[in-house]
C-alpha cells in the first residue's frame, strides 16, 4: 500500500503556555517534532507531508536533514486544522494517506500494524483508547444531564488512515460549508462513510499542556520497555 505521511504542525499551541509553538519545545534536548519523525521515519512511506508556517520551513528542515529524511514537502498552514491538512492533500501524489499529530511523540509499530491490518475493510481508520472511568454528559450550567456507556466511548488518538480521494472530497465540502472539525475522520463520518477502529496504546499521548512534558519525558526515557521498541 502506497501512502503520503501528513503531519499537520501550522499549530501555536495556546494550551501550552508558554512563549515558543510547542512542536519546537525540547523533551531530552530534541524538538517535540523531531522524536514524532523520528519514529514516523521507520514507514515506508513514499513521503512526507508537513502543513506548516512557511516561517517554520527553515528550522524543520534541520530537524529533517538531521533524522536523514529527503522524501518531505511543505505545505502552508491555514486557520484551522482542517484547511492546513487540505492543503497537504493538494500536493500528495500517492492514493492513501497517513495522518499523525505534530505533538503526539510516542508511535509504535505495534499501533501502525493494526492500522494498516485493519485498513482495507473500511474508507478510513482511525485508532484510540476506551476510557476506564465513568462518563457523563454535562449541560452548559455544569449540571450533570446523564451517564453514558463508557463502552461506546473511544478517546480518539492519531495517526488515521484514509483514502485520499474520499477525504479531500470531505474535507472540501465541510470546508465549504464553513463546518468544524477536530479530526479528520468527522468529515468522513458527516456524510456516512465507513470509519473503522483500532486499539491505541496509553502512551501514545498527545502534548497539549505543561503538565504533559512530565509524563512525556518518562515515555521518553523508558519507551523500550514500555512500548516494546
Known amino acids: 500500500m502506497k501512502f503520503s505521511v501528513i503531519i499537520p504542525a501550522g499549530g501555536i499551541g495556546k494550551r501550552f503556555s508558554t512563549n515558543m509553538k510547542k512542536q519546537f519545545f525540547k523533551l531530552n534536548n530534541k524538538e517535540i517534532i523531531y522524536h514524532t519523525l523520528f519514529k514516523i521515519s521507520f514507514l515506508d512511506a513514499e513521503e512526507i507531508i508537513i502543513g506548516c508556517d512557511p516561517y517554520d520551513e527553515e528550522d524543520l528542515k534541520l530537524i529533517l536533514n538531521s533524522l536523514n529524511i529527503d522524501n518531505y514537502k511543505f505545505a502552508p498552514n491555514g486557520k484551522e486544522r482542517q484547511h492546513t491538512v487540505m492543503n497537504c492533500l493538494k500536493i500528495a501524489t500517492q492514493p492513501h494517506v497517513f495522518i499523525h499529530d505534530a505533538v503526539r511523540p510516542f508511535l509504535s509499530m505495534k499501533i501502525i500494524e493494526r492500522l494498516i491490518g485493519n485498513y482495507l475493510d473500511y474508507d478510513g481508520v482511525i485508532c484510540g483508547i476506551k476510557p476506564n472511568d465513568t462518563v457523563k454528559i454535562i449541560n452548559d450550567k455544569n449540571n450533570v444531564d446523564e451517564t453514558i456507556d463508557r463502552n461506546r466511548v473511544l478517546l480518539v488518538h492519531t495517526p488515521q488512515i484514509f483514502k485520499k480521494d474520499i477525504l479531500n472530497k470531505c474535507l472540501k465540502e465541510i470546508n465549504e460549508r464553513g463546518l468544524t472539525i477536530t479530526d479528520e475522520a468527522m468529515a468522513l463520518e458527516f456524510f456516512g462513510y465507513k470509519v473503522g ?16 512534558i512530565y509524563l512525556a519525558e518518562y515515555i521518553l526515557n523508558n519507551f523500550d520497555m514500555i512500548a516494546g521498541g
Open 197 to 212: 477502529f483500532v486499539n491505541s496504546e496509553w502512551y501514545n499521548i498527545k502534548i497539549t499542556t505543561q503538565n504533559d
